[in-house]
C-alpha cells in the first residue's frame, strides 16, 4: 500500500529585533498563533546582520526607533544586501521623511504603529506571511499622503530661493550665514524671510522648521531647535 501524500507547510523564520520586553512577549504570542515558525532574536544591528546571514529570508520585525541603524539610508542598505528577507516595522514614532523613503525605495518593507490597533499587526503578519505583500496601515498612508501635500504646497507657493531659505533656517543658520552663504545682504535675506513667514502663515523660525520636517525639505537628524 503506498503512503498518502501529505501537504507540507514551509516553516516561517522570524526576527524579532525590539528591545521592549512587552512588545517582544505580545509579538510572541501573535506569531504563536501560527504553527510553523521559528523565533531568533537580536538586540542590535550587528546581531540582527549576522541573523540574517544565517536566514536570508527570514522575517524581521523591527522597531527602528530603538535599534543602532544611523539612519534609513543604513536600513536600506541591509535590507537590499538580503533582499529576500521581509520587514515589518513597528514603531511608537517614524517621521513621514522616514516612512516616505522606505516606502518608496523597496517593497520588503511593511510600516505600522505601536499605538495602533492590535488587529494591524495581526494584519501585516498575515500579509508577509500568507500573501507575500507588505502592508502600510491607514496612519501610514495618510502620514505620506500628507507629507507629498506639504511638498506640493511648497512648490506651488514658495520661490526656489524661499525653498531654499527655509532650509537653512531649520538647519539652525543665522541670518548672517544664509547671507554668506548665499552671497546676499543681511537685509535681503531679511525681506525673503518676511515673505516666507507671510506665505506659509507663520511667525517663527520653530513654525518654519516644522514645516520644513513636515515638507521633506529635511531629515529630523539635520535640525536644531
Known sequence: MQPQPHSTRIRMEYIIADNQEL????????INEDQEHQLYYAWNRAALVNL?????????????????????????IVAERFSQSQWILLSDELTPQFMRRVAYSSHQFSVLFKDGPLSEVRVALQSVTQRNTRYLSQRTLEV?????????????VLTQTETEIVKAIAQGKTTKEIAAERFLST?????????????????TAHEATKFALRAGLIDSSEFYI
Do not use: M
Request: zero cysteines; hydrophobic letters at 35%.
Open 144 to 156: 505620506i499622503l500628507s507629507q507629498q501635500q506639504e511638498e506640493e504646497k511648497t512648490a506651488n
Open 52 to 76: 540574517l546571514a544565517e536566514h536570508p529570508s527570514a522575517i524581521v520585525v523591527l522597531d527602528y526607533t530603538l535599534f543602532d541603524f544611523s539612519d534609513e539610508e543604513q536600513l536600506l
Open 187 to 203: 537685509h535681503t535675506v531679511t525681506t525673503h524671510r518676511k515673505n516666507i513667514f507671510r506665505k506659509l502663515g507663520i511667525n
Open 23 to 30: 512588545t517582544r512577549y505580545a509579538l510572541e504570542h501573535l
